[in-house]
T-cell receptor, first 115, second 114 residues
Framework: AQSVAQPEDQVNVAEGNPLTVKCTYS??????LFWYVQYPNRGLQFLLK??????LVKGSYGFEAEFNKSQTSFHLKKPSALVSDSALYFC?????????????FGKGNQVVVIP | EAQVTQNPRYLITVTGKKLTVTCSQN?????MSWYRQDPGLGLRQIYY???????DKGDVPEGYKVSRKEKRNFPLILESPSPNQTSLYFC?????????????FGEGSRLTVL
């Protein structure tokens, strides 16, 4: 079964500094990978996805993520964090061949951007 | 406006009193799913549906039922709620049968079972 690990509960970063949110995954086949963001009292919103092709994926609000097959990672990055980026971030994975259309989410990372 | 609508948004109930959380989407999506969100556990899938009359269990289906009689609606039924079902619930939908497409989430339904 597919699974996701987000090793850090909270990431603190100063405004203007680079932001990285880590994600590693486990699948039997090849992965489809996603990042979602959740603002307080709201549902999750899609940020970006990796399906195939270029390992560097660009998404909404200036975020990008790099698929690394050898390290089974899909870290989310932003070159310069904003206070408004403070939110809960979820990584998710679906196994292309054996996932049975089920999407597994990580536990989430709370990002706090300090003014 | 494209959206997923859940009702109720907040509910306090007592053990054993049947309840239904409704979910409706206006995007003609084939794939719909229910998740629960608990602190430290992230989102866990309860049930999903690939199309009308096609449903399947997710990771934590115990104590829940679903139905998909119409494409736009996917209600979550708690026949006999228990305190361990106190949680924040999200309905989501997707095109492409959910395989490569992103999920569109509702605003969430916070359920407390006393």
């Amino acid at each position: 079964a597919q699974s996701v690990a987000q090793p850090e509960d909270q990431v603190n970063v100063a405004e203007g500094n680079p932001l990285t949110v880590k994600c590693t995954y486990s699948v039997s086949g090849n992965p489809y990978l996603f990042w979602y963001v959740q603002y307080p009292n709201r549902g999750l919103q899609f940020l970006l996805k990796y399906i195939t092709g270029d390992n560097l994926v660009k998404g909404s609000y200036g975020f990008e993520a790099e698929f690394n097959k050898s390290q089974t990672s899909f870290h989310l990055k932003k070159p310069s964090a904003l206070v408004s980026d403070s939110a809960l971030y979820f990584c998710a994975v679906r196994d292309r061949l054996y996932g049975n259309n089920r999407l597994a989410f990580g536990k989430g990372n709370q990002v706090v951007v300090i003014p | 406006e494209a959206q997923v609508t859940q009702n109720p948004r907040y509910l306090i109930t007592v053990t054993g009193k049947k309840l239904t959380v409704t979910c409706s989407q206006n995007m003609n999506h084939e794939y719909m799913s229910w998740y629960r969100q608990d602190p430290g556990l992230g989102l866990r899938q309860i049930y999903y549906s690939m199309n009308v009359e096609v449903t399947d269990k997710g990771d934590v289906p115990e104590g829940y039922k679903v139905s998909r009689k119409e494409k736009r609606n996917f209600p979550l039924i708690l026949e006999s709620p228990s305190p361990n079902q106190t949680s924040l619930y999200f309905c989501a939908s997707s095109f492409e049968r959910g395989i490569t497409g992103e999920l569109f989430f509702g605003e969430g339904s916070r359920l407390t079972v006393l």
